[in-house]
C-alpha cells in the first residue's frame, strides 16, 4: 500500500421506518470513515529484501464486506480503489414507455451525511421517545403522549474511538481497561416496550473495527519485533487460520516469491541452459513473457549452435554475409524503434528459413501456383528474381518484369535492337547485354534506360555486377589483411570479340551517359570511342576467341573461353594473374570459391576442372560426364555440374570426391539451380526436384511441356519459362503458407546480396585514390621487368623519347603512360604462353602449355574488330 493511501471504512445506508398514519422510510448514506493511516517506514526498504512490500494484493483483500452486530453492513476498503469503484452498477429495468427508477432515485429523501451528524440524530430522537418514560418502568400498551417535545440543549456528540486516547496502552493489543468500549462509543439502545420501532444506531462496534483502529499500532510493535518472534507469530497466526485464508496468502507469496533465473543467469549459462531445448520448445518458451523471448531472440550463440546440431550450418560465409545484410537493412530502416522490444538476431531468421526451405518445399504438395504468357513464341534466355520481382529477357530484344502474386507485367524495356543474352540487376537497377554489342543501364523504378555503353564489337555474351566486399589480401611478406574491393560496384562484361570489359556501376543520380550511336540505328556503337565514357574503366584482352563465361568477387575475374583457356584477372589494375590451360575444347562455363580459393570450370572435353587460384593448378579433374558440360553451380558444400548427356552430377568442390550422380532425364540438361537442399533441372519437357544430400527425385514440377529454358529459385518463390507448344509461358510457385511464413527470408545464388549500403557512404574521390594507389603498387617493375617492357615498346617502333613526349604531367595520366608501357608486356606474354602466369595440366601432370593457335572465323558467330592493342581506363 502507498503511503499516501488512506484505508476507509464505507457504512451501507440505514433504513429507518416509522408508522404513524402511513409509513415513511428515510434511507441516510454515510461518508466514509477514514481510518488511521498505516506508518511509513522510517527508511527506505529494500525491495529485494521485503518483497511483499509493493505487491500487488488481490482484490478480495483491497476489499470485502464487514457486518456489524445489529445488522448493520459496511465495505472496508484499503485506499487503493475510490469509493464510486466500489458501487456496483445495478442493471435498469426499461422498456417502451417505461423505465424502473431505483430505490432513491427521482426522490431527495436520501441524502449523505457523515457519522458525527448519524450520531447526534440518534441522540435526539432517543431523548424525545424516553422524555415521558420513568426509568425502568414499561409504557402501558396502547397509552401515548402527545405533548410536544421541548427545546433541548444540543448534546456534544460522544468521540469516537482512536488509537491516540489516553487511555490507549503501549501494547496495540486491545485492553479490557485502556480501549473504550463499543458501548461507550455510541449511545445505548432505547428500553424496550415502544409500540413503535425505535431509532437504531448506525454502528455498533465490534472486534472487526476495533482491529481496525488499531491496526497501525499493531504494525509499529510487530515491525519492532526481532524477525525470529515475527516469524514465530505468523506461524502462530497462519496455524489458526482455515484453508481459504491460505490459500489466498499462497497466491499472493507464489507470485511475489517467483524468480525469473533466465533474467539473473550471466548470458553464457543462458545459452547453455537453452540449448538442450528443441526448436518447438525454444518457441514456446518465447512466448511465456517479454524477457524470455528477449533473451531467445538475441542469443547469436544460441541459434548458431542450434543451425550445427540440425545440420543446417554451412562453414561460416554464407551465414555472415546473411547476417550482414539483415543488419544492413535495419540500419537503412531505422531499426529497432526506440522504446520496442529487440529485434531477434540474424541467425535466429535465417534458421527459420532454412527450417522452412527444407521442409516446406518436401512437406506441402500443392504450392500456391500461377501461370501466365510471357514474350510470345520467343526463347527466355535470362531469368532472374530480384526483391520481389520476375525479370525476364529474350531473343525477341525485350526485357519484361513481372509481379510474382499476380502475374501482371509491370513494365517492359524497350531499347535494345538484338536478343538479349546477359542479365544483372542489384537493388533497383539492372544491367543488359545484347547482341547489339551494347551495354544497357535500367531503373527499374521507371523502366527508363539512363545510361548505353559501347566499345564491344561483338555480341555481349556475360556479364556480372562486382559489389564492394571484405576480402583476404595477402601482401609480398605473406601477411593476411582484410580490405574492401572493390571500393565502389563495378560491371564487368565478356564478349564474343574475345575481350573483357570493366565499368563503373552508374549511383543514382549519376550523370547519363549513352554510346555513340545509341539513338541511331543507322550507326554502329562499336565505333564508339570508350575513351570518352566516364564509366569506362578497363579493356581486358587476351583470350583468343569468344569469351563465353564470367564469375568475379571482391578483385578477382574468372573468364572462360572458346579457346579452351580460363583466365584469372586483377579487376582493379587490369593485370591477367594466370592462364590455365587443360581443358582440350571449349569453356562453356565458370564459377569462382572465394572462400577457398578455387575456380572450377566445365568444358565440352566433357571434363570439370577444379584450379588454385594461389598458385594456379590445377587441384582436381573431374570426369564422368560423356557430352558438353554446359552448366556449373556452386553452394558451400556442393558443386553441381549439368551436362548435355543427360544427366547432372554432384560434388565435394573440396575433395573432388563425386557425391551423386542425378540420371532421369532424357536430353540434355538446359538449366538448373541448386542450394544446400535440393535441385531443380529442366530438360526433355520436364521439370524435376532433387534431394541433393542423398540424390533421389522427390518430385516433377512441371511435364508435358516441350522444354523448359529457364528455372529460378529464391526462399519460397519459385520461376520457370517454359516452351508450350507456340507459346512461352511463366510459372511461378509459391512454397510458403499463408499468414505464417513472412520472415521466409531466402539466400540468394552466391551469397551476394542488395543490402549492404556502405558503398553509397564511400567517399569516390578517396576510392578512386586508393584504387590508382593499389594499382601503381601492382605494377612496380623491377629491372628486368623495365628492360623487357623497353625491348617491347622499340618493337612497336616507340622509342624512350616519343614515350616521354606524350607523358602527362599529372598523377592519373602518369599511372596511364606507365599501364600503356607496360600492358603490352602483359598481353604478348600471355599470347606466347610463356612466363609465369601460364599454367595447365596435360594428361595427369601440369606444366606450360604451348600456344595454341587462333581458331577460324567460323567457330566464331561474329568476327571481332581489330582495335588497339593498349588497355584503356578511365576515371
Excluded at 500487488?56 to 472496508?76: E, M, V
Aim: proline fraction near 8%; include cysteine; glycine fraction near 8%.
Amino acid at each position: 500500500m502507498a503511503s499516501n493511501q488512506r484505508p476507509s471504512l464505507y457504512l451501507a445506508p440505514s433504513v429507518n421506518t416509522t408508522t404513524v398514519v402511513t409509513t415513511t422510510t428515510t434511507t441516510t448514506t454515510y461518508a466514509p470513515i477514514p481510518l488511521p493511516p498505516l506508518p511509513t517506514p522510517s527508511s527506505p526498504k529494500d525491495t529485494k529484501a521485503y518483497p511483499l512490500l509493493n505487491a500487488k494484493l488481490p482484490r478480495s483483500l483491497c476489499q470485502f464486506p464487514l457486518i456489524f452486530p445489529g445488522g448493520s453492513r459496511a465495505t472496508f476498503s484499503d485506499g487503493t480503489e475510490t469509493g464510486e469503484e466500489l458501487e456496483k452498477e445495478e442493471e435498469i429495468a426499461e422498456g417502451t414507455g417505461w423505465k424502473m427508477l431505483k430505490p432513491d432515485e427521482g426522490s431527495d429523501s436520501s441524502k449523505e451525511v457523515d457519522l458525527a451528524e448519524a450520531v447526534e440524530r440518534y441522540g435526539r430522537k432517543r431523548s424525545y421517545s424516553n422524555e415521558n418514560m420513568m426509568e425502568g418502568i414499561e409504557a402501558t400498551q396502547g397509552f401515548s403522549t402527545h405533548a410536544p417535545p421541548r427545546k433541548k440543549a444540543k448534546p456534544a456528540p460522544p468521540p469516537i474511538a482512536t488509537t491516540l486516547t489516553p487511555a490507549a496502552p503501549p501494547s496495540p493489543l486491545p485492553s479490557p481497561h485502556g480501549s473504550p468500549s463499543p458501548e461507550n462509543i455510541w449511545p445505548s439502545a432505547p428500553p424496550s416496550g415502544h409500540s413503535s420501532p425505535q431509532p437504531q444506531a448506525p454502528l455498533h462496534a465490534d472486534l472487526s473495527l476495533t482491529t481496525l483502529l488499531t491496526l497501525p499500532s499493531l504494525l509499529s510493535h510487530f515491525t519492532s519485533l526481532p524477525p525470529q518472534l515475527q516469524s514465530h507469530v505468523l506461524l502462530t497466526f497462519l496455524r489458526q487460520s482455515p484453508l481459504p485464508v491460505i490459500r489466498t496468502l499462497h497466491s499472493v507469496l507464489t507470485s511475489t516469491l517467483a524468480r525469473d533465473f533466465l533474467t539473473l543467469l550471466p548470458p553464457e549459462l543462458v545459452s547453455l541452459v537453452l540449448s538442450y531445448l528443441s526448436f518447438p520448445d525454444l518457441a514456446r518458451a518465447s512466448r511465456v513473457s517479454k524477457s524470455w523471448r528477449a533473451i531467445i531472440d538475441s542469443d547469436p550463440v544460441l541459434w548458431r549452435e542450434l543451425l550445427k546440431t540440425t545440420k543446417i550450418w554451412f562453414g561460416g560465409p554464407s551465414e555472415n554475409a546473411f547476417a550482414d545484410a539483415i543488419l544492413a537493412r535495419r540500419k537503412r530502416q531505422g531499426m529497432p524503434l526506440p522504446g520496442s522490444l529487440p529485434l531477434p538476431h540474424p541467425y535466429k531468421i535465417l534458421f527459420k528459413s532454412r527450417h522452412l526451405t527444407r521442409t516446406r518445399w518436401v512437406n506441402n504438395p500443392n504450392p500456391k501456383r500461377i501461370t501466365f504468357p510471357a514474350h510470345g513464341r520467343s526463347v527466355v534466355t535470362c531469368l532472374i528474381f530480384t526483391h520481389g520481382r520476375i525479370i525476364s529477357a529474350s531473343d525477341d530484344h525485350s526485357i519484361h518484369v513481372y509481379c510474382p502474386t499476380t502475374g501482371n507485367l509491370i513494365r517492359s524495356l524497350e531499347g535494345h535492337e538484338g536478343g538479349v543474352w546477359a542479365l544483372a540487376a542489384t537493388k533497383n537497377t539492372l544491367v543488359s547485354g545484347s547482341t547489339d554489342r551494347t551495354v544497357r543501364i535500367w531503373d527499374l523504378n521507371t523502366g527508363r534506360c539512363t545510361h548505353v555503353f559501347g566499345g564491344h564489337t561483338s555480341t555481349v555474351r556475360c556479364l556480372a555486377i562486382v559489389k564492394p566486399e571484405w576480402i583476404d589480401v595477402e601482401n609480398e611478406a605473406g601477411a593476411v589483411t582484410r580490405e574492401k574491393w572493390p571500393k565502389r560496384p563495378l560491371i564487368v562484361t565478356g564478349s564474343r570479340d574475345h575481350s573483357l570489359r570493366v565499368w563503373t556501376l552508374p549511383r543514382s543520380g549519376d550523370d547519363e551517359y549513352r554510346c555513340y550511336g545509341a539513338d541511331d540505328t543507322e550507326v554502329d556503337p562499336s565505333e564508339e570511342e570508350v575513351d570518352d565514357n566516364p564509366y569506362h574503366r578497363l579493356h581486358l584482352e587476351g583470350h583468343d576467341h569468344a569469351v563465353r563465361a564470367l564469375a568475379a568477387r571482391g578483385r578477382i575475374l574468372v573468364s572462360g573461353s572458346y579457346d579452351c583457356t580460363v583466365r584469372i584477372w586483377d579487376i582493379i589494375t587490369g593485370a591477367c594473374k594466370w592462364v590455365l590451360v587443360g581443358h582440350t575444347q571449349k569453356v562453356y562455363s565458370v564459377v569462382l570459391d572465394n572462400n577457398r580459393n578455387l575456380a572450377c570450370s566445365g568444358s565440352m572435353d566433357g571434363t570439370v576442372r577444379v584450379w588454385n587460384l594461389r598458385d594456379g593448378t590445377c587441384q582436381h579433374t573431374l570426369t564422368g560426364h560423356t557430352s558438353l558440360v554446359g552448366l556449373l553451380g556452386l553452394s558451400p558444400s556442393y558443386l553441381v555440374s549439368a551436362a548435355a548427356d543427360s544427366t547432372l552430377r554432384v560434388w565435394d568442390p573440396e575433395t573432388g570426391e563425386l557425391r551423386h550422380t542425378l540420371a532421369a532425364h532424357n536430353g540434355a540438361i538446359t538449366c538448373f539451380q541448386h542450394d544446400e537442399f535440393k535441385v531443380l533441372s529442366g530438360s526433355d519437357g520436364t521439370l524435376k526436384m532433387w534431394d541433393i544430400r542423398d540424390g533421389t527425385q522427390v518430385r516433377d514440377l512441371l511435364t508435358g511441356i516441350v522444354g523448359v529454358w529457364q528455372v529460378i529459385f529464391e526462399g519460397r518463390w519459385c520461376v520457370a519459362a517454359s516452351n508450350r507448344v507456340e507459346s512461352t509461358v511463366l510459372d511461378v510457385w509459391d512454397f510458403g503458407l499463408e499468414g505464417g511464413d513472412e520472415e521466409w527470408e531466402g539466400e540468394p545464388p552466391g551469397g551476394i546480396y542488395d543490402e549492404d549500403t556502405d558503398d553509397e557512404d564511400e567517399d569516390e574521390d578517396e576510392a578512386e585514390q586508393a584504387e590508382v594507389d593499389a594499382m601503381d603498387q601492382d605494377l612496380e617493375m623491377g629491372p628486368s621487368d623495365s628492360d623487357e617492357a623497353r625491348t617491347e615498346d622499340q618493337s612497336l617502333g616507340m622509342e624512350d623519347e616519343d614515350i616521354r613526349s606524350v607523358r602527362p604531367q599529372t598523377r592519373h595520366s602518369r599511372f596511364l603512360s606507365r599501364l600503356s608501357s607496360t600492358s603490352t608486356t602483359v598481353q604478348e606474354t600471355s599470347r606466347a604462353v610463356r612466363g609465369p602466369y601460364i599454367f595447365g595440366t596435360h594428361g595427369e601432370g601440369s606444366g606450360a602449355g604451348p600456344s595454341r593457335p587462333l581458331p577460324s572465323n567460323d567457330e566464331t558467330p561474329t568476327r571481332p574488330r581489330i582495335r588497339n592493342a593498349l588497355p584503356h581506363r578511365r576515371r
